[in-house]
């Protein structure tokens, strides 16, 4: 496919005049190559911009007083600032128009007052192939080439050319100033890394129409409009104006206000249109776009004219599939406990790396008592209360770097002061077994934001801990119903904990026996590490 016919289908996808099959050419073109995929957004904005200046409440009536203006003068030139001021939005408020349209109204317009006489169709040959002019009307080359024009027709082409030559005056003099002007502000950073070699935007920057890229950390914009959305890096985004971006790669998540309903997120698969709303966007490499909504509803719709094309209407704790051609996935779902979306930037200073057996629940659970949370294969990990000033001496915590185990370091360390401030998480493991499989085990690894002040692992401690970090709408296990800390050696099952030199690092292997019930008493693992309390949440860098 050549440029010329990308772009043709791409105005036709925009303008929700595609039919299946060009969609079909149009998806397969923007697959095969990542800049397929950027030079669509830019063209996007370009058509944005048109539909931004040429805002006049009756342009062929315009375009008709123009031409009427010109066909009857002698020679005299037109007025360019009486054009600019016919064509002011502020004066003429309407819907958009496409630039593309203004030859049809034109050539409607200028037929009631020219005479035409139809020309007579030669005979065909290879050579003499019919060709459609800007005006829409049929001619034949070997026509235009031996017949010489009459005077009214002359005149109307000349007309017609001198207004599109004003027409495209006007659009480049209201187009500079409406590109140059920023329509977003990037108002809080959290370790936010633009692309090497790029504009590196500092803490508050006004942000203009165009492409940008970020590699790592989140960064927060706010729209004019009054939509605020976070970039998660590494991000490959567009912004289109004051209520629309693409996103091209990476993550998003938005928080609409009422003055920014019908925000927009292009994806190269997918369209999503705000209803008033807190949701977010994640666009793999393929171009496979999920969308998960917090608050209120978004449309989900797939790539315009595709085969199957449908949408779906998400609702508050629901999230849809586009898949990579385009088609919207039958089955929504209920958004997971562990789903991969940051959702504000103070969220953001509370970023977990977790890798081995444990998943991240974002979304803390509401019970780890007794039989309430079991898995097959995996440890949880959640935040609990953050900010907490401890008002005394926390004693029974483990602290310095090294192994914990049978034959290493003591498993104690040195209290945490009084007047610390720390965050908290829980690490839980209670293991989905039978009979048959008395023993079960994990290994995993969690890297935290801020350095580790105290990691609470003893029974007794973990019961005493629960009022001052526990959450309170999880419920925690009673004295009577189970054991909890890890083990040193004797018990549920042999467990080993490493803090690592960095002091923001633990490993742990935990290891339960389900054959061990004494006196109806249940053993599983867990674990309550205490860090260093997050700093204000717009920090910038």
């Given at each position: 496919?050549?440029?010329?016919?990308?772009?043709?289908?791409?105005?036709?996808?925009?303008?929700?005049?595609?039919?299946?099959?060009?969609?079909?050419?149009?998806?397969?073109?923007?697959?095969?190559?990542?800049?397929?995929?950027?030079?669509?957004?830019?063209?996007?904005?370009?058509?944005?911009?048109?539909?931004?200046?040429?805002?006049?409440?009756?342009?062929?009536?315009?375009?008709?007083?123009?031409?009427?203006?010109?066909?009857?003068?002698?020679?005299?030139?037109?007025?360019?600032?009486?054009?600019?001021?016919?064509?002011?939005?502020?004066?003429?408020?309407?819907?958009?128009?496409?630039?593309?349209?203004?030859?049809?109204?034109?050539?409607?317009?200028?037929?009631?007052?020219?005479?035409?006489?139809?020309?007579?169709?030669p005979a065909d040959d290879e050579d003499n192939e019919p060709v459609v002019n800007m005006f829409g009307v049929?001619?034949?080359?070997?026509?235009?080439?031996?017949?010489?024009?009459?005077?009214?027709?002359?005149?109307?082409?000349?007309?017609?050319?001198?207004?599109?030559?004003?027409?495209?005056?006007?659009?480049?003099?209201?187009?500079?100033?409406?590109?140059?002007?920023?329509?977003?502000?990037?108002?809080?950073?959290?370790?936010?890394?633009?692309?090497?070699?790029?504009?590196?935007?500092?803490?508050?920057?006004?942000?203009?129409?165009?492409?940008?890229?970020?590699?790592?950390?989140?960064?927060?914009?706010?729209?004019?409009?009054?939509?605020?959305?976070?970039?998660?890096?590494?991000?490959?985004?567009?912004?289109?104006?004051?209520?629309?971006?693409?996103?091209?790669?990476?993550?998003?998540?938005?928080?609409?206000?009422?003055?920014?309903?019908?925000?927009?997120?292009?994806?190269?698969?997918?369209?999503?249109?705000?209803?008033?709303?807190?949701?977010?966007?994640?666009?793999?490499?393929?171009?496979?776009?999920?969308?998960?909504?917090?608050?209120?509803?978004?449309?989900?719709?797939?790539?315009?004219?595709?085969?199957?094309?449908?949408?779906?209407?998400?609702?508050?704790?629901?999230?849809?599939?586009?898949?990579?051609?385009?088609?919207?996935?039958?089955?929504?779902?209920?958004?997971?406990?562990?789903?991969?979306?940051?959702?504000?930037?103070?969220?953001?200073?509370?970023?977990?790396?977790?890798?081995?057996?444990?998943?991240?629940?974002?979304?803390?659970?509401?019970?780890?008592?007794?039989?309430?949370?079991?898995?097959?294969?995996?440890?949880?990990?959640?935040?609990?209360?953050?900010?907490?000033?401890?008002?005394?001496?926390?004693?029974?915590?483990?602290?310095?770097?090294?192994?914990?185990?049978?034959?290493?370091?003591?498993?104690?360390?040195?209290?945490?002061?009084?007047?610390?401030?720390?965050?908290?998480?829980?690490?839980?493991?209670?293991?989905?077994?039978?009979?048959?499989?008395?023993?079960?085990?994990?290994?995993?690894?969690?890297?935290?934001?801020?350095?580790?002040?105290?990691?609470?692992?003893?029974?007794?401690?973990?019961?005493?801990?629960?009022?001052?970090?526990?959450?309170?709408?999880?419920?925690?296990?009673?004295?009577?119903?189970?054991?909890?800390?890890?083990?040193?050696?004797?018990?549920?099952?042999?467990?080993?904990?490493?803090?690592?030199?960095?002091?923001?690092?633990?490993?742990?292997?935990?290891?339960?026996?389900?054959?061990?019930?004494?006196?109806?008493?249940?053993?599983?693992?867990?674990?309550?590490?205490?860090?260093?309390?997050?700093?204000?949440?717009?920090?910038?860098?």
């Amino acid at each position: 496919m050549t440029k010329e016919q990308a772009i043709q289908l791409i105005y036709a996808y925009l303008d929700d005049s595609l039919s299946e099959q060009d969609a079909a050419r149009l998806r397969d073109w923007l697959a095969e190559s990542p800049d397929h995929v950027t030079f669509y957004g830019e063209l996007s904005l370009v058509h944005t911009g048109i539909h931004r200046v040429l805002e006049v409440r009756d342009l062929g009536h315009s375009m008709h007083t123009l031409l009427k203006a010109e066909d009857s003068a002698t020679g005299d030139v037109v007025d360019l600032e009486s054009v600019l001021a016919q064509y002011s939005p502020e004066q003429n408020p309407t819907d958009p128009i496409p630039l593309r349209d203004l030859p049809e109204i034109d050539a409607a317009a200028a037929r009631k007052n020219v005479k035409r006489r139809p020309a007579a169709r030669p005979a065909d040959d290879e050579d003499n192939e019919p060709v459609v002019n800007m005006f829409g009307v049929r001619v034949y080359r070997k026509t235009v080439e031996r017949t010489a024009a009459p005077r009214s027709t002359r005149r109307f082409m000349a007309a017609a050319v001198v207004l599109l030559a004003v027409l495209a005056g006007v659009w480049w003099v209201n187009q500079l100033p409406a590109w140059d002007q920023p329509v977003a502000t990037l108002q809080g950073n959290n370790g936010l890394v633009w692309e090497d070699g790029g504009t590196q935007w500092p803490l508050n920057s006004r942000l203009k129409p165009g492409r940008y890229t970020t590699t790592a950390g989140f960064g927060e914009i706010v729209f004019d409009r009054g939509a605020t959305v976070l970039l998660q890096g590494p991000c490959e985004f567009i912004i289109a104006n004051d209520n629309e971006l693409t996103l091209t790669s990476g993550k998003i998540a938005a928080q609409i206000t009422p003055s920014a309903v019908n925000f927009t997120v292009n994806t190269p698969r997918a369209k999503v249109v705000d209803l008033g709303t807190e949701f977010c966007v994640a666009v793999a490499p393929n171009g496979t776009t999920l969308t998960a909504v917090f608050d209120g509803t978004v449309d989900l719709a797939g790539f315009k004219g595709a085969k199957d094309h449908n949408n779906v209407l998400l609702g508050a704790g629901w999230q849809g599939t586009v898949d990579h051609k385009g088609r919207v996935e039958p089955a929504t779902t209920q958004i997971p406990p562990d789903h991969a979306f940051t959702r504000s930037l103070a969220e953001s200073h509370h970023e977990l790396a977790v890798d081995g057996q444990v998943k991240w629940y974002r979304r803390p659970p509401a019970n780890v008592r007794l039989d309430a949370l079991k898995t097959k294969g995996y440890a949880v990990v959640f935040a609990e209360r953050r900010g907490v000033v401890l008002d005394e001496v926390f004693e029974n915590v483990l602290v310095d770097a090294g192994t914990y185990g049978e034959e290493d370091l003591h498993w104690y360390s040195e209290p945490i002061p009084k007047g610390t401030v720390v965050d908290s998480y829980l690490v839980h493991y209670e293991p989905d077994i039978t009979l048959d499989e008395p023993t079960a085990s994990v290994s995993l690894t969690i890297a935290f934001p801020r350095p580790i002040r105290g990691v609470v692992w003893h029974n007794k401690s973990l019961f005493a801990s629960d009022g001052r970090f526990g959450l309170p709408r999880t419920e925690y296990p009673t004295w009577d119903s189970q054991v909890r800390g890890i083990d040193t050696g004797i018990g549920d099952g042999t467990d080993d904990l490493i803090i690592h030199p960095d002091g923001r690092t633990i490993t742990l292997h935990l290891e339960v026996n389900n054959n061990a019930r004494r006196n109806n008493v249940i053993f599983c693992d867990q674990v309550r590490v205490l860090i260093e309390s997050d700093p204000p949440s717009n920090e910038g860098s």
